[in-house]
């Protein structure tokens, strides 16, 4: 069960990077409801899923597995036209919060409630959507599920790096602001929020240690600093455009975030999740910064293509980031070694 969704991503990959391509004018073979569920399909039904799919192992439940069996049978739905999609992804985003809760029950600490109100996000924005809001309430809140959830994991990690006591209390007031800002519709105080988690991750992530090591350490430490610079770039192209969606900066301020930050984290933690979720070994190899490389290739075009207005270097980066997600794809799967796993240490 746990494996299942892995090997469903490539294609659910493709044919959302399809969609996302249709909508810049570039034509794949794909299904009808690509293009106009793009996003949906990519924060719900893949990154949705694959997070629910982390959660279930950790929650011990098999009531848990429900969730990323919805949030993918939703992107399934979405891409073939069918609305329904959305239901079995909102009832995903149900289960995965319940799922988090018990988690933050069990093991009652920062985090782990930020992985909740995370979770509550996802939840949040899908009935949004199914009520009839505008796409720019719902937005943020999908956006802000996984950048609260990569902030979670982090705030856990940064805890093997000393730090003054003010450093949590500033990291919630930080988590504060952005439920204010999506509360209030208020882009810049999203934008505020999401320079300042930057600026915390750039001070206080174990990153910044670990990016003088070797090998795997010194690769994963690249893939989050580049993704929080991506993320500082994201904040100022938000307050610019003044709203998610509806301004010149629409694709910088949300691709930089979607691509740049969370595709970042998860080019840097698969070689750790997925051998905890799946029972496989990815080995290390500098092949894996191929699609590292890709990725930031694509997101400087698509920086250029913004402030140029140029449609073609746009196309270019959008090409280059799905490239850049399928290299990851097969990349790992030339990498993983199956067998027994490791207990861990």
């Not at 899923?49 to 993918?72: C, D, N, Q, S, T």
């Not at 450093?167 to 929020?193: N, R």
């Not at 070994?281 to 930031?296: E, I, T």
């Not at 140029?310 to 980031?321: C, F, I, M, P, R």
Request: net charge positive.
């Amino acid at each position: 069960m746990r494996r299942l969704p892995f090997l469903l991503l490539p294609v659910l990959l493709y044919l959302a990077i399809g969609g996302g391509l249709a909508r810049l004018g570039l034509a794949l073979p794909t299904t009808f409801g690509a293009m106009a569920w793009h996003g949906a399909v990519m924060i719900g039904g893949v990154f949705g899923g694959l997070i629910a799919v982390e959660r279930a192992v950790a929650a011990k439940a098999a009531w848990a597995w429900i969730a990323p069996v919805a949030a993918f049978a939703g992107a399934i739905l979405l891409l073939a036209g069918r609305i329904e999609g959305i239901e079995a992804i909102t009832m995903a985003s149900a289960l995965l919060t319940a799922a988090t809760l018990m988690l933050w029950r069990k093991q009652p600490q920062p985090f782990t409630l930020l992985l909740a109100v995370a979770a509550a996000c996802w939840l949040l924005g899908n009935v949004l959507m199914l009520a009839g809001f505008d796409i720019n309430a719902v937005l943020g809140w999908w956006i802000a599920f996984l950048v609260l959830t990569i902030a979670a994991e982090r705030l856990e990690l940064s805890r093997l790096t000393p730090k003054p006591r003010r450093a949590e209390a500033a990291f919630i007031a930080i988590v504060a602001l952005m439920l204010a800002g999506l509360l209030a519709v208020q882009a810049w105080l999203i934008a505020a929020s999401q320079l300042l988690l930057a600026a915390w991750l750039l001070r206080f992530d174990v990153a910044r240690h670990t990016v003088k090591a070797r090998g795997l350490p010194r690769h994963i430490a690249i893939c989050l600093l580049s993704g929080y610079g991506w993320l500082v770039i994201g904040a100022i192209a938000l307050w610019a455009n003044g709203t998610h969606l509806g301004g010149r900066f629409d694709d910088i301020a949300l691709h930089t975030v979607l691509v740049g930050f969370v595709m970042a984290m998860v080019f840097g933690h698969a070689p750790i999740i997925l051998p905890a979720v799946t029972g496989w070994r990815l080995r290390y190899h500098a092949v894996l910064y191929l699609p590292l490389a890709l990725l930031q290739l694509g997101l400087l075009c698509r920086l250029a293509g913004t402030l140029m207005q140029a449609a073609a270097s746009l196309q270019l980066g959008a090409s280059l980031n799905g490239v850049a997600l399928l290299v990851f794809v097969v990349t790992a799967v030339l990498r993983v070694q199956r067998g027994p796993r490791k207990p861990n240490p």
